[in-house]
């Protein structure tokens, strides 16, 4: 990416984005690459960062082990294997191994199910392979602590073998010759030393001549002598010899070893650099986790469309303080290229021109940004910028000479794939003059098509972008009643500077701010004052609007719990509608259980009897007679409890009983010889000749 000037990326803060990365980095390879943190412009390049960065952030919040454990810096080392005729020693071998065996860790991991699950994260060892026979040869030679086994070769084997028989031969014979000047009185209170490797005996300085041997020095305070005795002089040679040969094969060993795992270096270079990748990696996620930051929609087009989108310092620094952080949601493309941005002053328009600039630059770089993932972000090519005061005393340019040669770059170079901040355009000549040339610098710029922000106190450019295709007005609301800024971006319209409210407030002399009032001319004041209403106006009508979908929710989560108990009840209705069911099968089958009964007698009396008119009156009686008695069952008994049968017609709203199941209701509508009866919560259509009217007996009837 096309910068300018040099130090744009120090006016967005994003040198302590890359602080902050640093300190996430646990190996040399992340570090460095987070310190030269480069800003990209290939799609392909940045989606797979970005993708890279979002996968590790999910393994991270689901709680997964990725095996990225290896943080030692072994880079020259891997450099001297490389060389031929190198030897690497025991310790630095220790640490290939580990290197070797993280790796092995790193490719068993991506089984078959995360590298579907993980495909960018996999994508870092997709050009690599583990090779097993480096850990082989290493552990042929070495133990786990990194020292040489003594079958690393069958010379070695038989050197220690010597060297153990030599030692407990010199022990023994150094223990007796001990043992013996202990008893003369000659051995001082340290008995033994070494010199030079070899094993001396410690005497009084006045018994030194009395012992034969080697004098191979004195105490600091020369009272005692160290002596290699007579007995040991050969025993300690052919010690000292053997180990200069097992010194010798140990070397002869790690420089085969090295000879043999040179051809590896590369490999091995290839897993220092994975096993750095994949550090820098989790340390975007964990800085992405820190910021809420998410992975936005990307696309090779210069536009944005940010919601919800947070100034990543800004959000870490009152995350830490406890205060909350207001979000910014804008549009940038074809149709709005460029947002003047107007508003009081510490309103909050320099931070939201920031917030847009750092997060661009971030989604660049590979980074998460603190955005809702439902954004869009486009790649830009160029990033011009500029913020503050640019007096440069070096070529002695004012302030606004500065300025315009600012905007002389910007104009001669912005493209279409340009992003530009440009912060109080005009400012710093005459209001009249610099509003003329701001309007001629936003004209260029739109023309083109190059995006961007301006922040402004001039009304020429609020009037101008209300009239100009592709400039578009914003503002920052201000609580005027309590004099404080609320930080939060308005799309679509022009915003006050509150000059003379912030005056009144702060307790300037009424006379003076009048006379101020005067000076300025009635149409700007006019429109000011307008403004001004106009913003407090929408405030009001965004609280309003605010409490109208606090309103919404509440009467829609009482909608759902009413139809969750209209449910209920119908339910319970139905389940007490089929119980009386049940109940009057099962007594219409008792019935019938004892009319078969009563016949199966008369059958039986009817072969036994000769006289049959008998049996045939007992079957008059059973079958017409029978009729006549009303079974009456529990409900029709609870009902007549309560309710008295009428003699009158039924109509609309009468109170009528039904005589099949003896449930009660109210009659709300009559369609000609039918009627809708509302029973509990249902409704139900009944003929007419099923009912039977009725009223409700007072409580001391029903008790009764």
Known sequence: MRLYPESALTQLEFDKIKSLLAGHCKTAHAQQKANE???????????????????????????????????????????????????????????????????????????????EAFPALA?????????????????????????????????????RMSLFRK??????????????LAKAGYTADINESFSNGRRVVAVFSEHKRQVKGILHGESDSRKTAFLEPEETIELNNDVFALENDESREIQRILRELTAKLSVYAPLLQQYLAIAGEYDFIRAKARLAIDMNANMPALTDKAQIQLINAFHPLLFLYNKVSGKP????????????????????????????????????????????????????????????IHIGDTQNLEFELSTYSSHLLHMKHFIETANGRTLFFIDELGSGSDPNLGGAFAEVIMEELSRRHALGIVTTHYLNLKVMANHTQGIVNAAMQFDEVNLQPMYKLIIGKPGSSYTFAIAERIGLPQHLINRARKLVDEDHFRLDRLLNRTEQDLQQLDKEKKQLHQLLRENEKLKKEMEVV????????????????????????????????????????????EDKNDVIRNLQTLLFKGKE????????????????????EIATGSLVKLKKNYQVGEVKEIRGKRAIVQIGALPMNVDLADLVPVEKLPPAADQK
């Open 325 to 384: 952080t207001i979000p910014v949601n804008l549009s940038l493309n074809d149709k709005s290229r460029i947002l003047v941005i107007s508003g009081p002053n510490a309103g909050g328009k320099t931070v939201t021109m920031k917030t847009i600039g750092l997060n661009q630059v971030m989604v660049q770089s590979g980074l998460l940004v603190p955005v809702h993932p439902d954004s869009e972000m486009g790649i830009f090519k160029q990033l011009f």
């Open 37 to 115: 943190l480069r800003i990209h412009t290939r799609k392909e390049y940045i989606e797979l960062e970005l993708k890279q960065a979002a996968e590790y952030k999910l393994v991270l919040q689901s709680g997964q082990y990725f095996p990225s454990d290896f943080m030692l810096n072994i880079a020259k080392d891997l450099t001297l294997l490389g060389i031929p005729g190198a030897m690497l020693g025991g310790e630095q071998w220790v640490n290939i191994r580990r290197l070797t065996e993280n790796t092995s860790t790193v490719f068993r991991w991506f089984d078959t199910e995360r590298r």
């Open 629 to 648: 008695q009303v079974v009456v069952n529990k409900l029709a008994k609870k009902v007549d409890l309560r309710y008295k049968e009428l003699a009158g």
């Open 167 to 180: 030692r407990n031969e010199l022990r023994r014979v150094f223990e007796k010759v001990i043992a013996r």
């Open 566 to 609: 209209l449910d209920k009840e119908r339910h319970r209705q139905q389940i007490d509608i089929l119980k009386n069911q049940n109940r009057i099968t099962e007594e219409r089958l008792a019935y019938l259980k004892d009319m078969e009964r009563k016949l199966r007698q008369i059958v039986l009396d009817w072969k036994k009897n």
């Open 123 to 159: 994508q870092v060892i997709a050009g690599s392979y583990y090779e097993k026979v480096i850990v082989e040869l290493i552990n042929e030679v070495l133990d786990e602590h990194g020292n040489i086994k003594d079958t690393a070769s069958p010379e070695l084997q038989k050197i």
